[in-house]
């Protein structure tokens, strides 16, 4: 069973504009989020990571929230550019230790057109 | 540079041949991982690895196996190849895993005919 949900599925925007990925899960415990990027044929990269309640981060144009009350997380992308085309993974860990585990969206791709 | 090397990069083999990814990291992470990604699906964790000689089985084992003789070193081995074990297969490390940093390989790209 799919414990970690992403959407949209897929997402065409246009070179400057802005956009909202969302991850909704139901993973528990959770203890936190991650948000990674993967571009294509390549490795996951990770963005940002979300632990308490009601955490914000920011990674330049890449921000996040994170509400554990909803188990539901936001990727917000602002002035989207070319090379933000890539597929988008959530990921809830259920422990803060190595014995947890990681569970993995399958991912929003993103494409950026000029 | 802090990186997850993975080899080979593409890998065709026959159905029953016994195929070896391998995978090194250059940071002393003590956890590695391997996993798999299919398409629409999230990555499911094969093994993972907390040091050298400590290994344990993820959620979906069956058909795989792993060695882990140096903690730089974390090795996938599929004895007689199926089908359906093509894949992109990723190595991952992590310090101790949890809210630690993860690094991800490249991925291998496995098609079994």
């Known amino acids: ?114 | 540079d802090m990186k997850v090397t993975q080899m080979p990069r593409y890998l065709i083999k026959r159905m029953g041949e016994n195929v070896l990814l391998e995978c090194g990291q250059d940071m002393s992470h003590e956890t590695m991982y391997w996993y798999r990604q299919d398409p629409g699906l999230g990555l499911q964790l094969i093994y993972i690895s907390y040091d050298v000689d400590s290994n344990s089985e993820g959620d979906i084992p069956k058909g795989y196996r792993v060695s882990r003789k140096k903690r730089e070193h974390f090795s996938l081995i599929l004895d007689s190849a199926k089908t359906n074990q093509t894949s992109v297969y990723f190595c991952a490390s992590s310090l101790r895993g949890g809210q630690s940093d993860y690094t991800f390989g490249s991925g291998t790209r496995l098609l079994v005919i």
């Open chain 1, 1 to 114: 069973k799919t414990q970690v949900e992403q959407s949209p599925q897929s997402l065409v925007v246009r070179q400057g504009e802005n956009c909202v990925l969302q991850c909704n899960y139901s993973v528990t415990p959770d203890n936190h989020l991650r948000w990674f990027k993967q571009d294509t044929g390549k490795g996951l990269v990770s963005l940002t990571v979300l632990v308490h309640e009601n955490d914000k981060t920011s990674n330049g144009r890449y921000s996040a929230t994170l509400d554990k009350d909803a188990k539901h997380s936001t990727l917000h992308i602002t002035a989207t550019l070319l090379d933000d085309t890539a597929t988008y993974i959530c990921v809830v860990g259920d422990r803060g230790s190595a014995l947890g585990r990681l569970h993995f969206g399958a991912g929003t791709q993103l494409i950026v057109i000029p």
